[in-house]
Nanobody, 129 residues
Framework: QMQLVESGGRLVQAGGSLRLSCAAS????????MGWFRQPPGKEREFVAV????????LYADSVKGRFTISKDNAKNAVYLQMNSLKPEDTAVYYC??????????????????????WGQGTQVTVSS
């Protein structure tokens, strides 16, 4: 298992930007992917973006494509989510997640919560209108 710690969430005005960070520790060698999910108030947790530790493979939810950018720092075992042009509907608790199987997954599988075995505690992002 890996330990994941998110940071960077806060209150921001619509149209603003935020950068979330996720620091990973523990069995990082067992992970091939790091993802971001979010859970809006009263809704299910949903996929936001994912990045592979090796190479440049990334995947985004349609709702954030073109506004959010996921990146990584392999040396620091860290993943980031740069969020631009924020909207009130981006308000949510944002979670970092990691797989633990080292398997190459399809795009479909990478969007599923069940693919990820390690989760952070979440960081609150609130976008005011």
């Amino acid at each position: 298992q890996m330990q994941l710690v998110e940071s960077g969430g806060r209150l921001v005005q619509a149209g603003g930007s935020l950068r979330l960070s996720c620091a990973a520790s523990g069995r990082t060698s067992s992970s091939r992917y790091m993802g971001w999910f979010r859970q809006p108030p009263g809704k299910e947790r949903e996929f936001v973006a994912v990045i592979a530790w090796s190479g440049n493979r990334t995947l985004y939810a349609d709702s954030v494509k073109g506004r959010f950018t996921i990146s990584k720092d392999n040396a620091k075992n860290a993943v980031y989510l740069q969020m631009n042009s924020l909207k009130p509907e981006d308000t949510a608790v944002y979670y970092c997640a990691a797989d633990g199987d080292g398997i190459v997954y399809s795009d479909y599988k990478l969007r599923l919560r069940s693919t990820y075995s390690s989760w952070g505690q979440g960081t609150q992002v609130t976008v005011s209108s």
